[in-house]
Structure formats: structure tokens, C-alpha cells
């Protein structure tokens, strides 16, 4: 029997695109259904690094993943990808010897993944490099990292699925999941933004749902067990190193700073937790753990104003009575193959798997449906990255800064060319909208255009709207006044959409208010309320689940 699709995924995050991704490219017609934006739940909160994996040095199988994960990225999504180098100051001779056992891991792959080996520097070396360090370390690891734009990959994913055949639906809420007694699985949804309950039919589900995978499975009455694992970032208003710094935190843990676009992130603290996903912000005590464990080896750390924090669940395989740090960062796919025939979930896993694990599950849904179609994803380009781009020739062309088309560059590849078409076109358009990023007019327009965004949320994952070390405080009425413009909204729209920003912004900021960000706060309200008259206005807004909380 025809259902509607082959195959319904449900989770627009890193793990969900990448199967609408991979589904998709192997013919099959599929349906991914998001309740939110894309990437806007746990893979947003992550830092993006595609790492070597080695944190997990005693699970050999995933660090060589890891590594051959980081060669298919390379491969397929270029522009999106940067390779950061590390410092990791020693304070004791106690850590030489964990160090050297590192080093030796990294660099038996070091050529696969195109870095240079570990190299042990002493500290007069490290502080040339870095002078922000501690000048008591007694010597220091250097190696070199890649990271990602999580948010760029999980949407080039998903524009891929949808230019080889797959429909993408955002803001779209599964409610339930029948399995159907002559065969396939129903799945009924609320869209969000038509506000309408639909229902479609099809063979298999991939249920890619993250923190949320047991709520999901429990609607098609199958069982699905994580161990919720949170992790929060602190994110300071300059890039407070230069490279990246790994230490050891208070309790021995490994904790990070990492310069990122113009900021720095600090982080992450890893603990069991119970509460709502939908709900958590970070706490006071997980900032104060990172800013103490990271001042032992960067004492300046805490002159950065503090602009946000972000706060994620990691959805780990459920393996307790142990540590949380020492549960695996692998993944599992869950066949319910007696409660819910047709159904797949996904258990653990990390944004560095995520083309692995589509890859494992697509070849599950392809057995299942028996088609015979082998994965090509780790070979076929992602949007944007069929060349190299010559920013100085682009920006000479384009009377466009350098350094605004190497911004360009990072987000579209080779895609940027058609913003810069656009900013021709329009040349009222060349004006910069966001200036810490910076962001011009046309590139968001061109976002709002080609890359399905519904609100000021989704455009700043989509180009970094607001991000800054003003947090917005300066673009959002200029970026609202534009979205309204082109999706046709009303006023009331408009003012809608800057609460819903404001608030989405204040979950992350509500948590860092202190010191110097006091009086940044006081400028942003006062703007918003004196010039904005924002709190006046007679919209009626519906508050976040986090709203009473912070
Ligand atoms: C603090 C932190 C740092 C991290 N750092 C790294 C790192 O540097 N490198 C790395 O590789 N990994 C990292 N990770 C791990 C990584 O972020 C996650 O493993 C990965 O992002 C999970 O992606 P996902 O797609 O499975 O889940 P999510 O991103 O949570 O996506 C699940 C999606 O399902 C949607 N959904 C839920 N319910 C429904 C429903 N009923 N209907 C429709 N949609 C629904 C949600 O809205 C969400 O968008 C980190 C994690 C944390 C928390």
C-alpha cells in the first residue's frame, strides 16, 4: 500500500536534518517535521567542535568516528568549518603523564584528520603565544581543534534534503503516533504557524527528538530510556584569547574557552538533571564553577563581561550507576520492532555523528522498506561548497568591505555570490543592519527569502543577528521593521516579534546579569521601553515556559 511518505523524521536538530538528508538523497520520499525552527533545541546550545574525539580515549571505536567524521565534513561542508589551535596549560607533573597518553592517541590520526602532531611547548613558548596565561604553568599541550557552525550545518542539511525532494516543515509539533493495524504509521501534527491539526501516513518514523526521544516513543506506546545530561556555556563579550584553552576544572573535569567570531565561550559543566528540558537555564553555580576553574589558568578571565549564557541537554545513552562523565558519548538506535513496528529511535550520539548516525538509521529504513540505495552522503557537497571563493575579487566586484564577504563567506560558501547579487540589485540595501557581526541588509533579506526563517530568532540562527556583544540591543527593531516587510505581517506582528526575541535573548541573559552587564541591561531596557515604547504596547504576548523561572 502507497502511504503519504516513506519515511516521517521527526527533530529538525543535527541528528534529525541529517537523516532528511540522507533519506532524501537515497530516493526516498520523506517528511521532517520540526516543532520549533531548525537547530533551535540542544544542538544550538553545543560549541560546535568536531572534535578528535579524544575526550573519550578509552572508547577507541569512537574516536576513530570521530576522526573519519571530521575527513567527510571537510569534504562536504568546507565553509562552514574552522580549524582553532589549543593550549593545554600544565600546573602540575602529575597531568605530564595524562598528557602524554594524549598525545600519543591525537597523533596516530593527526595525518587523517590533516593537523600536526601534538607538540609539548615550554611555558616561556605558551605564554608568546598566549599571555593571558598563568605564568606558573609549568609546561603546556599544543594540538589544533575544528568546529563547525552548528547552526549553518543542521540548515544546509536540511535545504539539501529539501532540494533533493524532501518536504521540511518547521514549527510543526507532533502530538501522536499510531501505528495502523493494516500496516504504517500515522503521525499527527499541530502547525503552529497555520494553527491547524494535520495527519499523514507512512511506512517508517525516525524519531530524532534528542532530550525529548522518550516523550516521542511514548506516544507510539514504545519505550525509550535516556540519562538527560546538562551542560551550560558561558558566553563573554570579547574574544578574551587568543586560542583555544582546555583545562582542568575544580573537580578535574576538562573544561574549555574558546575564542568564537567575537566572543568567547566558556565552558561546560556536564550533570544528570531532571528538569524540563523546555524550562532549564543555567545556574548560578555551573557560571561560578566555570569562571573559577577557568581563572587558574587564565586569571583575566573574569574582566570579560559576561553577555549570556545557553543552557542544553545532551540526551546520553541511559548507562547509570556511573559517573555522568564517564557514561559513552556513542549513540544507539532503538528498532521497536514488537511495540512499534516501523519505528526508529535515536538514543546518545553527538554533532560530530551526526552524518554517521543518519547514515545507520537510513540503512535500517532502507531494509525495512527494502530498497536498495547505498549512502552518498559523506561524498555529495553541502550547499554552498562547490568551489572556493575569492573574498578580495568578490568584495573588489561588489564594492562590499573584505571583511563583510568573509562574514558572507562562513555562512553561504560559494552562495554568498547571489547575496552580493542582491545588494547589486538593490544597492538601498548594502546598509549594515547588525554592526557587531556585521550583518548587511540584503544577506538578511536573502535569508528571509531563501531559508524558510519565521521570526528574529530564527534569522539570528540563521546569520548571527544580535549575537554580538550588544545582544541585539541596536538591530532589532531596524531587522523586525524588514521580516515584517517581506512575510507581509501586521504592526502588531512587528512588536510581537521583538517580545518574543527579547525574551527568547533574556532565558540566556537573565542568568550572567552582574557587574558591568547591569548597566548594559539598563541602556538595552531603556531603549527599548523609551524609544521603543515596547512596554507599552497592548500586544498580547504569550509568555515562555521559562518566562517564570528566570
Ligand atoms: C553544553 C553542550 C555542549 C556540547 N558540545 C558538543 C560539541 O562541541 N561537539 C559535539 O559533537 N557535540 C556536542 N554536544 C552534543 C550535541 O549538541 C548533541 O548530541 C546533539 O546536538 C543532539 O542533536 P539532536 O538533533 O539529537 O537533538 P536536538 O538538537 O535537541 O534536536 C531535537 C529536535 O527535536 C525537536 N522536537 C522535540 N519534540 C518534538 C515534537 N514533538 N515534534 C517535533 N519536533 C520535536 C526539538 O525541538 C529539537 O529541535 C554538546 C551538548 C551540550 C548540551
Known sequence: MAYDYDVVVIGGGSTGTAVARDCAMRGLETLLLERDDIASATVGTCAGMISSGLK??????????????????????RHLIMKNPILTPLMQMSDVSTGGNFAEEYSKRAETRDVPPVLFLTPEDALEIEPTLNPNIIASIYFEEYFISPFRLCLLQALDAQRNGASVRTYCEVHDIENLDGGGNQVTFFDRVSRKTESVVADCVVNATGPWADEVADMASANVEIRPNKGAHVILDRR????????????????????HENTALLGTTALDTWEDPDKLVASSDEIEYLLKSMEW?????????????????????????????????????????????GIFSFVGGKLVMCRHM?????????????????????????????????????????????????RMRTRHGTEAEQVLELADAHPEWKTTVCTCEPIMEAELRYSIQEEFPRSLN??????RLGTGPCQGTFCTYKASAILTKELDWSGIDYQLEIMDYLAERWKGKRPSLRGEQLSQEELMQGIYSCVGNIDQSDAEYQRKPWEGIC
Not at 56 to 77: G, T
Not at 369 to 391: A, F, Y
Not at 458 to 463: C, I, T
Request: charged share 30%; proline share 6%; with cysteine.
Open 56 to 77: 573519550y580515549m578509552d572508547e577507541p571505536d569512537i574516536v576513530d568516528m570521530c576522526s573519519e567524521e571530521v575527513v567527510h565534513f571537510r569534504r562536504i561542508a
Open 240 to 259: 578574551v584569547v587568543n586560542v583555544g584553552i582546555i583545562a582542568k576544572a575544580v573537580d578535574g573535569r576538562m573544561i574549555y574557552l574558546f575564542p
Open 297 to 341: 589558568v587564565v586569571p583575566s578571565v573574569r574582566e570579560a563581561r559576561i553577555i549570556r549564557t545557553m543552557e542544553g541537554v545532551r540526551p546520553l545513552v541511559a548507562d547509570w550507576k556511573k559517573p555522568e562523565d564517564d557514561v559513552t558519548r556513542g549513540y544507539d538506535i532503538l528498532a521497536h520492532e514488537d511495540d512499534a513496528p
Open 358 to 406: 543518519a547514515e545507520s538509521v537510513t540503512d535500517m529504513v532502507c531494509e525495512w522498506l527494502g530498497v536498495d540505495k547505498t549512502c552518498d552522503t559523506h561524498m555529495q557537497p553541502l550547499p554552498g561548497m562547490d568551489g572556493d571563493v575569492d573574498v578580495l575579487a568578490l568584495s573588489k566586484k561588489y564594492g562590499v568591505s573584505q571583511h563583510m564577504v568573509e
Open 458 to 463: 530564527d534569522l539570528r540562527r540563521r546569520v
